[in-house]
């Protein structure tokens, strides 16, 4: 049961540049969250966006939460090297208060250095 | 700095092998969860458990178990393994809070392949 997508699956910059990942789910949620993984390893939570806010810093992320559009974007800023990871969102199974999480597939993204 | 750790970062087993994946989280979670990740496919939920002694399926359960008899330890367990069993392990937990759902907090999971 796919609930979040990313969008674009593979994305390649130069330092400094700035990248944005979209997510698009399908029903309705309390929360929508980011993740980064980095080669073979687990997952960190980046931000938690609720359904009431619109948008949300957190460093050189900025999250955007759009509910009418079921969608949701992060930019990272001049962007490094060492983001070079895979980066996911995350939303309630179903809309529920099960602190069920269900992930999208991912957006890989490289950092040229 | 709060963990979640799994017990093996890789793991080779046999066909037919029954396998334990173990799980500990030192944050006095209420909620833990196994998925499996494999490319192409993202993260699958296979069981997860809101309480001790407490297990609800997921989407794959086929194949595999799960046993909480405390509540900081998860264990999955491959009754019998399988070739297509091979696969990204990851281990998270979360507590319910004020913002459901919380954010997980995931191992650093364990790769398995079974030969």
């Known amino acids: 049961s796919q609930q979040g997508e990313e969008d674009p699956q593979a994305l390649s910059i130069q330092e400094g540049e700035n990248a944005t990942m979209n997510c698009s789910y399908k029903?309705?949620?309390?929360?929508l969250q980011w993740y980064r993984q980095n080669s073979g390893r687990g997952l960190v939570h980046l931000i938690l966006?609720?359904?009431?806010?619109r948008e949300k810093h957190s460093g050189r992320l900025r999250v955007t939460l759009d509910t009418s559009k079921k969608s949701s974007s992060l930019l990272i800023t001049a962007s490094r090297a060492a983001d070079t990871a895979s980066y996911f969102c995350?939303?309630?199974?179903?809309?529920?208060?099960?602190?069920?999480?269900?992930f999208g597939q991912g957006t890989t993204l490289q950092v040229k250095p | 700095d709060v963990k979640v750790t799994q017990s093996s970062r890789y793991l080779v087993k046999r066909t037919g092998e029954k396998v334990f994946l173990e799980c500990v989280q030192d944050?006095?979670?209420?909620?833990m969860f196994w998925y499996r990740q494999d490319p192409g496919l993202g993260l699958r939920l296979i069981y997860f458990?809101?309480?001790?002694?407490?297990?609800e399926k997921g989407d794959i359960p086929e194949g595999y178990s799960v046993s909480r008899e405390k509540k900081e330890r998860f264990s999955l367990i491959l009754e019998s393994a399988s070739t297509n069993q091979t696969s990204m392990y990851l281990c998270?937990?979360?507590?319910?809070?004020?913002?459901?759902?919380?954010?997980?907090?995931f191992g650093s999971g364990t790769r398995l392949t079974v030969v």
């Open positions: 998270a937990s979360s507590s319910p809070g004020r913002q459901l759902p919380g954010s997980y907090t």
């Open positions: 029903t309705s949620i309390n929360n």
């Open positions: 966006i609720r359904s009431n806010e």
């Open positions: 995350a939303t309630d199974a179903q809309g529920g208060n099960t602190g069920k999480l269900i």
């Open positions: 944050m006095d979670h209420e909620n």
């Open positions: 458990s809101y309480d001790v002694k407490m297990k």
